[in-house]
């Protein structure tokens, strides 16, 4: 009949990656007692992505006056997993490397921006850059994903559909 609204889909229950994003946010970030310690705060999530914050604190400071390197490397790595976990697989560490490019001092506010440039069946590359509160980059991190494949950070939401396979020769 006319005007009448379509039946609702089985897509209409299916929430949307954004929302599957958030929930893992909200899931993930009270188990993580390691970024809370050293006062990070999630700013921002989205499929793939995650942007994190933190402010150098007196305690964070090594022999030479400026933010140790493996707190600034800790930032990164914590982004990096709120970015790969986005999509409700269970995703872990596989190696990571980082580069230190300018020291981080007390009372600098670090924001770690990170973003999945790869996703395959299991693993994935991420890069997460980190700067200081004048956008003067401080380190440049890359880290390498492994899905643990049919685990959902959040049971009940849907897990990735798993990424088209390449034929014939690349």
């Not at 395959?120 to 890359?142: K, M, P």
């Amino acid at each position: 009949m006319a005007g009448q609204a379509p039946p609702p889909t089985d897509d209409a229950a299916v929430p949307d990656p954004q929302a599957i994003a958030d929930a893992v946010r909200d899931a993930m970030w009270p188990r993580d007692r390691a970024s809370q310690a050293l006062g990070m705060a999630v700013s921002a999530i989205g499929p793939g992505t995650a942007t994190l914050t933190m402010t150098v604190r007196a305690d964070m400071l090594n022999g030479h006056g400026s933010c140790h390197g493996g707190l600034i490397t800790a930032l990164a790595d914590s982004c990096f997993a709120f970015a790969c976990n986005a999509a409700n697989e269970l995703t872990v560490a596989s190696g990571f490397s980082v580069d230190i490019v300018a020291p981080a001092f007390e009372g600098d506010r670090l924001t770690a921006i990170g973003r999945e440039r790869h996703r395959s069946n299991r693993t994935g590359v991420y890069d997460v850059e980190v700067s200081n509160q004048h956008g003067r980059r401080i380190a440049l991190f890359r880290g390498q994903s492994y899905a643990m494949k049919g685990r959902a950070v959040v049971e009940g939401l849907p897990l990735p559909a798993a990424p088209a396979r390449r034929t014939g020769a690349a």
